[in-house]
């Protein structure tokens, strides 16, 4: 059994610009590939760790207004940013972080704008 648990409300904030009020969701990932080290005469694969190659998925609720979801994202496309997630009293910093693309309109009649960017790479810290 878990010994300590939160509610999820995390913030987020790109680029020094808070996205909190915008954003429904994030997942931050922590990752290092793997790569192969077997060797002839091995009867089990093993592997050491290769580069680092974080991400970071969030889904905004799109908003075209100065200072907005939009406002804030575009000129970031092609470019390396700063993202800050602050969850259960960790913040976790993911720097100099590639922004590869941004749906400029995802809309279903009735239902409010989404857009889930994905961020890749960097240097993730924690503190």
Not at 50 to 74: Q, R
Request: hydrophobic share 35%.
């Amino acid at each position: 059994m878990a010994t300590t648990t939160y509610l999820a409300n995390p913030t987020i904030t790109v680029n020094t610009k808070s996205l909190t009020d915008q954003c429904k969701s994030v997942v931050l990932t922590k990752a290092q590939e793997a790569l192969e080290t077997t060797a002839f005469g091995s009867t089990n694969r093993t592997y050491t760790g290769g580069l680092k190659n974080h991400t970071l998925t969030a889904t905004f609720l799109m908003a075209y207004g100065t200072d907005e979801t939009w406002d804030t994202l575009t000129s970031l496309v092609g470019s390396v940013t700063t993202v800050v997630v602050a969850a259960g009293g960790k913040n976790f910093n993911l720097g100099n972080t590639y922004l590869e693309s941004l749906d400029v309109v995802n809309a279903n009649l009735g239902e409010l704008s989404e857009v889930e960017v994905t961020f890749t790479g960097g240097d993730l810290t924690e503190s």
